[in-house]
């Protein structure tokens, strides 16, 4: 297994992956972990949640150039990814104790209903690239918390992130085997899923990808949660702040190197403001600075592979020989590394891929409604359903409208974003259940009702 850097091609390092006696000690070890792990008292598991928040601040600028160098993100939302893994730690520390708090019910006389929150043992998850350490700690903050221990199989290409994660709760006083990284290739999940002493698993990550766990799970009857791929709609409707939803769907696609499954990907404006609203789209996505991600100046490093880059390509290529019109980009840079430009496609026909796929890259399809009736079923025209971004000034009508679009979530006003204070996850294909909040630290525990006569 190697690491390579997107902007330049070079080798960063190479690893060992783990044998089967590897991950065989891996497995004994997370069971001999769980059972100390879970009788610690869960204000201690919070004070060592709240010291593994203080090792990412210490090392914040470290394990930022760690993902930039990895998978290509601009330096500057790196060490934002260090950050708000740093918050939901903290989130955790100060609320875990509270979400999961005994809860009493109604119960005839003489007797007391109570449900308890019993941890289900060593959690598997399945880690994508694109938020090598943030998709990590949305899993690991909550359900270590609760008293589950984890394994993680991070992507192959970030096995660097892997490891520093494993460092992070080491470092904050983990007990040995309560988190720990298992370096294999995607053909070993199936088997670690399989085995008896795991319980769970969670995934973030494409389609196949989150049916094959499913399958897996399904077969032997364990909990998975599930969240796949996006293709959000920004709805732009025509009494908008045009200043507001320009500059934010700006930062809404082109975040990331547009490389999320929450990005802006389905631009939906009604045709009262369409040609102000393109034309600005177009010149903001041309002044972006396209460049090298350790400089605190970029907006937009490489993509993160280059065949993810060709495959973007592919897909916008054959969106426009179906009709598609590109305004700006539409072509790989001339430029070493994988670099894509920020482009916009309009005239976008029915099922093509930039209508009908994830596009995981920096491109904008934008469509043009009459009415916000029509802008409701464009919205919910996609096998997607995880995000989506609604632009009016009458709250109101906002909030109407959101009830109608078949989404995980509907941000008024604002870019879809996950938050440790909020429920995040999808329906359709974008997967089922949730992470964070409350919501989600109660996905991987047993709640056990205990009635007392």
Not at 11 to 34: G, H, K, P, Q, W
Not at 297 to 309: F, N, S, V, Y
Request: net charge negative; proline share 6%.
């Amino acid at each position: 297994m190697e690491s390579r850097n997107p902007a330049t091609g070079d080798r960063i390092d190479t690893y060992e992956t783990d044998t089967d006696e590897d991950v065989e000690a891996a497995l004994s070890r997370s069971m001999d972990a769980f059972e100390e792990w879970r009788e610690r008292p869960i204000r201690e598991r919070e004070e060592l949640l709240a010291n593994a928040a203080d090792v990412l601040r210490e090392n914040k600028r470290r394990y930022a150039e760690l993902m930039t160098n990895e998978m290509g993100k601009p330096i500057s939302q790196a060490i934002g990814e260090v950050e708000k893994c740093a918050w939901a730690c903290d989130h955790y520390a100060e609320y875990a104790s509270a979400y999961l708090g005994d809860e009493h019910h109604p119960s005839p006389p003489g007797t007391e209903v109570t449900t308890v929150h019993d941890p289900l043992g060593p959690v598997l998850a399945v880690m994508p690239w694109n938020f090598p350490f943030w998709q990590v700690i949305r899993f690991a903050a909550p359900y270590l918390t609760a008293g589950n221990v984890g394994l993680l199989k991070h992507a192959s290409n970030v096995p660097g992130c892997a490891l520093a994660l494993e460092e992070v709760f080491r470092e904050a006083g983990y007990p040995d085997g309560v988190f720990q990284t298992l370096l294999i290739g995607s053909g070993k999940v199936d088997d670690v899923l399989s085995d008896d002493r795991v319980r769970a698993a969670t995934l973030t990550g494409s389609g196949p990808a989150g049916r094959a766990v499913a399958e897996t799970a399904g077969k032997n009857l364990k909990k998975t949660v599930l969240e796949l791929g996006g293709s959000d709609p920004f709805i732009v409707l025509d009494d908008a702040d045009l200043d507001a939803a320009v500059e934010t769907g700006v930062q809404a696609r082109t975040q990331n190197g547009g490389q999320s499954c929450i990005a802006a990907k389905r631009f939906i404006v009604h045709e009262g403001v369409y040609d102000e609203y393109v034309e600005r789209l177009v010149e903001a996505f041309e002044a972006l600075t396209i460049g090298d991600p350790m400089d605190e100046a970029t907006d937009i490093g490489p993509q993160a592979d280059p065949e993810l880059m060709a495959e973007l390509h592919d897909q916008v290529q054959q969106s426009v020989d179906t009709g598609a019109t590109v305004l700006t980009g539409g072509e790989p840079l001339d430029h070493e590394g994988a670099y894509y430009p920020p482009t916009v496609l309009t005239d976008v026909p029915a099922g093509c891929p930039a209508d009908n796929e994830e596009t995981f890259g920096p491109v904008a399809a934008v469509y043009k409604v009459t009415d916000e009736a029509q802008a409701v079923e464009k919205a919910n025209d996609t096998r997607f359903g995880l995000g989506a971004s609604l632009w009016t000034e009458d709250r109101e009508r906002g909030q109407r409208l959101a009830r109608d679009i078949e989404a995980g979530c509907v941000y008024i006003n604002e870019m879809v974003k996950s938050d440790p204070r909020v429920p995040f996850g999808g329906i359709k294909d974008a997967g089922y259940g949730r992470e964070l909040s409350e919501a989600g630290i109660k996905e991987f525990v047993n709640r056990k009702t205990v009635w007392t006569q």
